[in-house]
């Protein structure tokens, strides 16, 4: 009987972590970088419940894309210094021997420097290599990419990992990521769960409005 209830209140938990993880999602997704910023300052047992969300959604992919990204870096020097916007658990930074600059709301590991991803503190033109890993989340993408493109160098390049039901028109997005600054290098949209865009930086990004710069937000559906 006690055995009953207490798998009745582990499921109940469950449940309620569930919806806290998913109206914490919603928020991350549709409110801008420093919405997010001040959410998880003002809490930061919300971020912990977030991530333990994203852990428990990712684990069901077939594969992560953090790991596609390791792949990608291993086959290039080492010397090439690294940032990663959105680094999370820092699974990047310590599966790959390269220099790597790890951003985030709040810290889950040491390596972490706790900065909103639109304004982090690294000169112009510093950095070979920029990554978003399933962490373009604020409505401010045009803001959050342009940073990007202030950090690295002319020619650096720029990963994208995003979960694919987010493109609503790759083409326009694509276009628009012309405009600031970017030309695409290679895209494999061949998984039904996330795309990988490479990039190149051409250029500073150019002023005035990108329309076709949109990601859908990433809702999960309760299970
Ligand atoms: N890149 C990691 C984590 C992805 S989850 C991986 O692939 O495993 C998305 C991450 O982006 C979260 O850790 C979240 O806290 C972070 N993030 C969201 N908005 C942010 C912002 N404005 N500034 C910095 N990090 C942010």
Redesign the pocket.
Known sequence: RSGRSAALRARMEERLLGARFRYLNQQ?YTGS??D??RL?RADPAA?HL??RG?ERQ?RRWPE???QRIVRYLRRRPASLVVA??????C??AASVRNQVHC????P?SPRVTV????KVPLAAESVDVAVF???L??TNLQEILGEANRVLKLGGTLMV?EVASRFEDTRAFLKAMTQLGFRTVSKDLSSSYFYLLEFAKTGPARPGPAPGLRLRPCLYKRR
């Open positions: 991350l970088s420093r997010a910023a998880f971020f977030y991530h994203f990712v992560r894309p953090v990663d916007f959105g680094c999370g658990d699974t990047l951003f985030d709301l709040v889950l900065c909103d991803m639109a890993c399933l962490a989340m604020g990992a």
